[in-house]
């Protein structure tokens, strides 16, 4: 008598940032035989230098913050002087204490992450990896690339995640002139922070070291900070920066950065120059793509290098899928997460919701924070969507009265005739909570009626969602 057994279903992973972990989980879950190669340790970059370490020092910016804010709630700090009088004590920051715990919480976060893994069966190995070919992984494990692990696999995942971007004339040197993935290793606050680039990751961080005491610099090329993003959110932030200190240059672009004796100058391309203690260059990511064989396994890539997928995030070969900043998918880890669960339920023929990503929430962690879903005022007001625009500020909403909450605002944007939810803005301390109900409404296309008719709690911020929904009532 002949017995046949099915053969597991074998899944290669390369690269164990938010894609990769998921895509292996869910390979594991659904009974494959999963590897996954990881060069740097589990969780990737957004785990060790990236989302983890750097919302955890925003989180400590924002506890000075209110700190600092509470004397407008009737709070007030002494320290009795040598007198027996009672001083008002000053805040004072111990970054490189700052620094070990959010390294410390990354590295625990990774290895949490690779113990999960390991109690789901699945085979993590530590090394450099590459594609040889359509259904091959290779992990160079050893020093100078002489030991060779090989995986013969069924399909192959690949979320190998980006790196900063580095401008020729500004070369960070990991000291005066740093990117992000550097500024951990600082001993003090910074004297004078210029920080280079106004996107998302400039923004957050010029945020963060200025209420952590820096004075801080922005230069922006574009008219104001955060281009791309809501225009009314985008001109909040800048307000608050300039209103808390910051200088910010607008329609100004680095030409240079320089290190100095006991410093850094970036000069500017109209020939003016900024001297400061240190330089954060912050102008953008490359992804982590050249060399690992994915053109000749026939992988289309784009000209920036990132991989081209579909919405279930295959590439160009059927047995290659790819999530993560790598490709051409949003670079947001929880659409990295979703990519690689996509890819691995696609792949094994289970139930598969492709992802669309203009029903994508995100969040940008400023002070106060802004947060996104759906369609844009910008695309509304160009004619992409149909839709009526609502804005409700905070000032007006009780809760944000009693916590001293003076900037924001809720905004809802719905569809024309039906009042569908199309999206939303949010812009107020933790919007990042606050943008799900938003996120839910356009998920499943609730109206602004619908939306009106949960009970929010009062007092609470919260209800400016609902408020702003009573507000755009569709009468039948």
């Known amino acids: 008598m002949v017995y046949e057994f099915e053969r597991k279903h074998r899944i290669g992973v390369l690269g164990g940032g938010p894609g ?10 659904l009974g494959a035989e999963v590897t996954l190669i990881e060069r740097a340790g589990v969780g990737g970059s957004a785990v060790l230098t990236d989302v983890v370490p750097s919302k ?27 007198t027996g009088r009672p001083s008002r004590p000053e805040i004072a920051i111990n970054l490189s204490a700052i620094n070990k715990r959010l390294t410390g919480l990354a590295r625990q976060q990774s290895e949490d992450m690779r113990g999960n893994l390991k109690r789901a069966g699945v085979r993590v190995i530590s090394g450099e990896g590459r594609l040889e070919g359509p259904n091959k992984l290779v992990a160079s494990t050893g020093r100078g690339g002489r030991d060779f692990d090989e995986v013969e696999v069924d399909t192959i995942v690949v979320s ?24 951990y290793n600082l001993e003090e606050v910074p004297e004078h922070l210029i920080v280079v680039g ?39 932030i800048e307000d608050v920066f300039t209103r808390n200190g910051m200088t910010v240059l607008s329609r100004s672009r680095a030409q240079s ?37 994915l053109e000749e396994a026939g992988v289309q890539l784009t000209d920036s290098g990132h991989i081209r997928v579909n919405r279930v995030a295959r590439t160009s070969m059927p047995s290659i899928y790819a999530a ?14 979703m990519q690689g669960r996509t890819a691995v339920f696609h792949a094994m023929g ?34 992409i969507a149909q839709g009526e625009i609502y804005k409700l500020p905070l000032s007006s909403n009780p809760r944000a009265k009693m916590q001293g909450v003076k900037d924001g605002f809720v905004k809802l944007f719905a569809r024309t005739g039906s009042g569908t939810v199309i ?25 602004v009626d619908q939306l009106a008719r949960a009970f929010s709690v009062y007092p609470s911020l919260s209800g400016a969602i609902t408020d702003a929904a009573r507000a755009m009532h569709i009468v039948q």
């Open 20 to 29: 990769g972990y998921e895509a292996a989980i869910a390979g594991a879950q």
């Open 56 to 82: 955890t020092l925003i989180a400590t910016a924002e506890a000075t913050t209110s700190i600092d804010e509470s004397t407008d709630l009737g709070v007030q700090f002494f320290a009795r002087g040598e």
């Open 160 to 183: 190998v995640g980006a790196s900063p971007r580095v401008l020729p004339s500004a070369v960070p040197d990991g000291e005066r002139i740093l990117t992000w993935k550097e500024l």
């Open 198 to 236: 106004s996107g998302v990751t400039g923004a957050e961080f010029a945020s963060a070291y200025n209420a952590l005491g820096a004075k801080v610099t922005l230069i922006s090329s574009r008219d104001q900070v955060l281009p791309g993003e809501d225009a009314d959110a985008a001109g909040v």
């Open 257 to 293: 950065v320089e290190r100095t004796a006991d410093g850094v100058v970036a000069t500017l391309a109209d020939g003016r120059t900024v001297e400061g203690s240190h330089c954060l260059v912050a102008v953008g990511a490359i992804p982590n793509t050249a060399g690992i064989g």
């Open 324 to 337: 993560g900043d790598c490709s051409t998918s949003l670079p947001l880890a929880s659409v990295a997460s």
């Open 350 to 383: 289970d139930a598969v919701t492709p992802v669309e990503l203009r029903n994508v929430a995100s969040n940008i962690f400023t002070q106060p924070e802004i947060a996104t879903v759906g369609w844009s005022q910008k695309q509304i007001e160009e004619g």
């Open 423 to 447: 999206g939303g803005v949010i812009v107020a301390p933790r919007a990042s909570e606050l943008v799900l109900p938003i996120a839910l409404a356009v998920e499943h296309r609730l109206t």
